[in-house]
């Protein structure tokens, strides 16, 4: 009897083993088929392959996971991108300087609009300029509200705007608000709790306790936008919280760099907010609600440039690239995190060897460990290259801004790295002014504190290199 049980529990083995191993192989050929078809990176499809194949059920499992694309499919059934909102009509596009021609025409292919005239643009440092301007320009709204914010807390000033946000609309005002899914708390953020129970309509971006929707990491809405009554946007870095509130000492300070931005190209950021909307709602934001007439404001010329994981993909970096390309004499830049891909590391190196200036200001210390530890294993070709790496002082400062010849700049959400450039859904704006562009490089060169060169990196210890080197590896992720 022993022996029949032994007989039929190996023949059941075995049995499960060889299901197990068809499984296997069928699973690892679906995965290499969908990798083959779908992704344009190949370390990335090499990776996933070489997963599926060792580990054909678990890495299987983590590529239906995180490595399929959903947001790319959604956006096709919505069939509503901001690079589309435009209609078939031919567009003029406001006159750039001749050296910029180029530029100008290149940026228009990629994004599918024109340069506008008449734009206003001011500039604030920190929540304490920003806020005050943005919390007065809602308690102005008549017609429209739209609002979108990486992080939105529910503290000191994450109230002010909740109230002043539910006065517009009990003012009669149209009032939507977009909060990113993860970036204020993934457990129903307490501001969207606030904001729907006042009856505000309130979107979560990408956001459900399902993990195949990928919802954990990848794949946020980083803009940061407000519009009121479709004729006055705020635009750029600052989150709302009271950490960007520098005068009131918070523990955890962060400085940062915002706009106001006025005239015909609020337009563009309009659609490029009613896109996000459709997607989340499914609504639709039309008429002269949400799209009034819009006079000139200003002197400036300008154009929304939007990058997401779907039809805008690598839009920004693809601009950056362009406009590296046609610097002259300098490229000065600042960013909290600096991984740029191999494309944007190669021609930033080039520029200096054909003897630009190409200046970068880093923090001396992020808030992430872990993205400094990256950065300086990353960064020693574009210092053997001459690219000059500056470390900025404490308080961490959250702005990003490229500024090309002291004529063009390129201002808004997008950090220089993957995660900015490839997976999360992003908001520049270009602009050919020399006033701002002269302005925004003298800010970039006040803070270059520090200089950091090949010695400090080769100084760090065997441990410290190994570290950051493994750290590295994260590079698509950080």
Not at 287 to 304: C, D, F, H, K, Q
Not at 409 to 430: K, P, T
């Amino acid at each position: 009897m022993e022996e029949v049980l032994y007989r039929w529990l190996a023949a059941t083995a075995s049995v499960r083993s060889d299901v197990l191993a068809v499984l296997g192989l069928v699973l690892s050929m679906a995965v290499t088929m969908h990798v083959l078809l779908r992704k344009r990176v190949v370390g990335a499809a090499i990776g996933w392959i070489g997963l599926a194949w060792l580990a054909p059920v678990f890495g299987s499992v983590l590529y239906l996971l995180f490595g399929i694309n959903r947001v790319e499919r959604r956006a096709r059934r919505l069939k509503r991108k901001p690079s589309q909102q435009m209609d078939d009509t031919p567009q003029p596009t406001a006159a750039v300087p001749e050296a910029y021609a180029a530029l100008d025409l290149a940026v228009r292919s990629i994004t599918g609009l024109p340069t506008v005239a008449g734009t206003a643009i001011a500039v604030f440092r920190n929540g304490d300029e920003a806020y005050p301007a943005m919390l007065a320009a809602i308690e102005e709204a008549r017609i429209s509200v739209a609002l979108s914010s990486y992080i939105f807390r529910d503290d000191e000033i994450g109230n002010a705007f909740i109230r002043a946000l539910m006065a517009a609309k009990a003012r009669g005002a149209e009032v939507r608000v977009i909060i990113d899914g993860i970036g204020s708390g993934y457990f129903r953020p307490a501001a969207w709790r606030h904001l729907t129970r006042a009856g505000i309509p309130a979107g979560l971006f990408m956001h459900s306790a399902l993990p195949w929707r990928m919802p954990f990491l990848n794949l946020r809405s980083h803009k940061k936008l407000l519009i009121v009554d479709g004729r006055l946007a705020f635009t750029g870095g600052v989150n709302i919280s009271d950490g960007n509130r520098l005068a009131s000492k918070p523990a955890y300070p962060i400085r940062d760099t915002h706009f106001r931005i006025e005239g015909p190209v609020v337009e563009q950021l309009v659609q490029a907010f009613a896109a996000d909307w459709a997607f989340v709602a499914g609504e639709e934001l039309e008429g002269e609600r949400w799209l009034p007439p819009l006079a000139p404001a200003g002197g400036l010329t300008a154009r929304v440039v939007t990058s997401g994981p779907d039809a805008d993909i690598e839009k920004i970096a693809t601009v950056i690239l362009q406009a590296v390309s046609c610097a002259r004499s300098s490229i000065r830049l600042t960013t909290p995190y600096f991984l740029p891909n191999e494309l944007i590391t190669n021609a930033l190196g080039l520029a200096a060897a054909r003897g630009i200036a190409v200046d970068v200001v880093i923090p001396r210390r992020s808030d992430h460990h872990f993205v400094d530890y990256a950065t300086r294993a990353h960064v020693a070709p574009l210092l053997e290259s001459g690219v000059r790496i500056w470390l900025d002082d404490p308080p961490f400062d959250h702005s990003k801004a490229l500024v090309i010849d002291r004529c063009w700049s390129f201002i808004g959400s997008a950090n220089w790295d993957s995660r900015s450039f490839r997976l999360n859904f992003e908001l520049n704006i270009e602009v050919y002014d020399e006033a701002l562009a002269g302005r925004l490089d003298d800010f970039i060169q006040s803070k270059q504190a520090a200089r950091l060169t090949l010695a400090d990196l080769d100084a760090r210890a065997l441990p410290v290199r190994l570290r950051d080197a493994a750290v590295r590896l994260l590079l698509p992720y950080l």
